[in-house]
């Protein structure tokens, strides 16, 4: 995936750094970036948490890159 490698470079960060934040093994981290592997939703969400951006955006189904205003609790 383009968006994470340059999500990531943007930040002047490595591989490694991603993946010890995501506490994860090195080759792990680059196989999402290669898409040669799955990447589970809850990394995702991770990733898009880290960066401040929307999944969609880390989906390329979006180049909005600000993440969506989260909703109000309903239940106050």
Known sequence: MNRLKDLR????L???DLA??????ERTYSGY???????????LIDIAN????????ILCLTNTKEPYPRK????N
């Open 50 to 57: 880290f960066y401040n951006t929307s999944i969609d955006y």
């Open 72 to 75: 109000k609790d309903s239940r």
């Open 33 to 43: 970036e290669t898409e040669s592997r799955w990447m589970p939703k809850e990394v």
């Open 20 to 25: 010890k934040m995501l506490k994860i093994a």
């Open 14 to 16: 490595k591989q490694k």
């Open 9 to 12: 470079e943007d930040k002047d």
